[in-house]
């Protein structure tokens, strides 16, 4: 039978344990600081706003770029002291916080935020807060919070914007000169460019037209008659019927304007409506002599409207025949001369007293 160990025996092989088991735990120890180390070092890298955040939010943990932008002293704050969704110091429910709501319904929240920095400028950021751990019952227990700086892609998304508001307007200027230019030379018909775009944009609005369609039949409408520059002032202002020559050469405005206006890029095919708006579906239009589909929609809408406005005023050689007459003129033409769709928009319009016309 074997001899039962010495009580010093016992006492030694606990002494060895023990220090075995140091030894194990402080290279554990180690290990786990090294890793902590290396996984602060690859975070305090990147260029965001990070901060762990517990269920009293409270910051628990922030990288290297929050300590710097904020203090090291954010490290145990309440989480409003670095947030930047202007969170004040009762944080409303009302108000959207990404922390709380991913506490709250555990899950990831997205968002931006505005804020204006201490130099009065305006700064952006893009955040994000994930929940990382939950306690034992499952209940969401820390979140890390990410925030972006968008500042340089806003103010750059805000210049692009003004720029082409600042360029549209530039534009309306630009074809407003384009209308009086031709105007100034033909008094008895100031104003009729104007009143056609109207008419044409109420048909074209009528008939369900994209406002991307209609802002290019609101342009074009403006600037229709351009080509009218290169006719002599006498000929336009002539009292009595036109000759056969004056009349060919008043027939040449649709080209003449398209090739003012071809070399401009207006967004809009404003040059080929500006062409087309004395086209008829049955050939018999000008300057190309189109068919049907073959004339754009925007130019069928134009050409009616001009139609209308025309008739409706007066002229250097008859007085108005009144919106009645044009009417009349439109319907017995619908499908002829007229797009039928067209002639019916107006129609309707007409009945409800929204064309503006007498
Ligand atoms: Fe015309």
Request: glycine fraction near 8%; aromatic fraction near 6%; proline fraction near 4%.
């Given at each position: 039978m074997?001899?039962?160990?010495s009580?010093?025996?016992?006492f ?5 344990l023990e ?11 180690h290990?786990?600081?090294?890793a ?20 009293d ?11 710097r ?11 409003r ?5 202007g ?11 990404l ?25 952006y ?36 914007r ?13 074809i ?29 609005q ?8 209609v ?16 006719i ?7 009292p ?7 009349y ?8 003449t304007?398209y ?7 207006f967004?809009?095919?404003?040059a ?14 000008y ?8 004339i754009?929609?925007?130019a ?6 001009d ?9 250097p050689?008859r ?5 009645a007459k ?11 001369l007229?797009?039928p769709?067209?002639v ?15």
């Amino acid at each position: 039978m074997e001899k039962p160990p010495s009580y010093s025996e016992l006492f030694n092989k606990v002494r060895e344990l023990e220090k075995e088991n140091w030894r194990i735990n402080s290279a554990a120890l180690h290990n786990i600081n090294h890793a902590e180390a290396k996984f602060q070092s690859i975070l305090d890298t990147v260029d965001v706003h990070m901060s762990l955040i517990n269920r009293d939010l409270n910051i628990v943990w922030a990288n290297w770029k929050a300590r710097r932008d904020f203090g090291e002293g954010i490290i145990g704050s309440p989480c409003r002291n670095a947030c930047f969704d202007g969170c004040n110091a009762s944080c409303p429910e009302g108000k959207k916080c990404l922390v709380r709501d991913a506490f709250r319904l555990d899950s990831e929240q997205r968002g931006e935020a505005e804020i204006v920095g201490s130099n009065g400028k305006k700064l952006y950021f893009s955040g994000t807060a994930k929940v990382v751990a939950h306690d034992r019952d499952g209940r969401p227990e820390s979140v890390i919070n990410v925030y972006h700086d968008i500042t340089e892609q806003k103010l750059a998304e805000e210049q692009l914007r003004d720029s082409l508001i600042q360029l549209r307007k530039n534009l309306s200027g630009t074809i407003q000169a384009m209308a009086m230019t031709v105007e100034t030379r033909d008094p008895y018909t100031a104003g009729h460019q104007r009143r056609t775009s109207d008419i044409a944009r109420s048909i074209a609005q009528e008939m369900g037209l994209s406002t991307e369609q209609v802002d290019g039949i609101r342009m074009a409408g403006v600037i229709h008659d351009l080509g009218k520059i290169s006719i002599p002032a006498e000929i336009l202002s002539k009292p009595g019927m036109l000759g056969k020559m004056e009349y060919s050469l008043i027939k040449n405005h649709p080209e003449t304007g398209y090739n003012i206006l071809k070399g401009i890029d207006f967004h809009w095919p404003v040059a080929e409506i500006v062409r087309q708006h004395h086209e008829r579906l049955d050939g018999s239009g000008y300057p190309d002599g189109l068919r049907g589909d073959e004339i754009m929609l925007e130019a069928r809408i134009i050409g009616v409207a001009d139609v209308i406005e025309a008739m409706s005023s007066h002229r250097p050689y008859r007085p108005s025949l009144g919106a009645a007459k044009a009417f009349e003129e439109i319907l017995e033409h619908r499908g002829i001369l007229y797009d039928p769709d067209v002639v019916d928009a107006s129609v309707r319009l007409f009945k409800r007293n929204e064309l503006n016309v007498h």
